[in-house]
Nanobody, 126 residues
Framework: VQLQAFGGGLVQAGGSLRLSCAAS????????MAWFRQAPGKEREFVAA?????????YEDSVKGRFTISRRDNAKNIIFLQMNSLQPDDTAVYYC???????????????????WGQGTLVTVSS
């Protein structure tokens, strides 16, 4: 499975960006997928996850109400992260990740994910 994330860029505080992650190599209909981010000098942290069925999502507290994770219904091989009301603290490299179905309790942990994309940089200026 290869994952490629794109859509990052420079945006002013209060602006929006939509990240995409495209998967290839096999269908991901039975895979849970997620977004993580890593700011300079900080550890990688969970942002959002979506179950293989698309019916269940999870968010890190600081992005709830601002970010929305979704996946394209027909192939489920593409996920999106719509980011609104961006703040400078959202500046980071954003990574998409995928794994065969895991327990709900495991969705927020990087160790649960077997496949990772290369990351896309999001910079929010104040």
């Amino acid at each position: 499975v290869q994952l490629q994330a794109f859509g990052g860029g420079l945006v002013q505080a209060g602006g929006s960006l939509r990240l995409s992650c495209a998967a290839s190599g096999r269908t991901l209909r039975d895979f849970d997928m997620a977004w993580f981010r890593q700011a300079p000098g900080k550890e990688r942290e969970f942002v959002a996850a979506i179950r293989w069925s698309g019916g269940t999502t999870r968010y890190e507290d600081s992005v709830k109400g601002r970010f929305t994770i979704s996946r394209r219904d027909n192939a489920k091989n593409i996920i999106f992260l719509q980011m609104n009301s961006l703040q400078p603290d959202d500046t980071a490299v954003y990574y998409c990740a995928a794994t065969p179905r895991v327990a709900l309790s495991g969705l927020a942990f990087a160790s649960s994910y077997a496949y990772w994309g290369q990351g896309t940089l999001v910079t929010v200026s104040s």
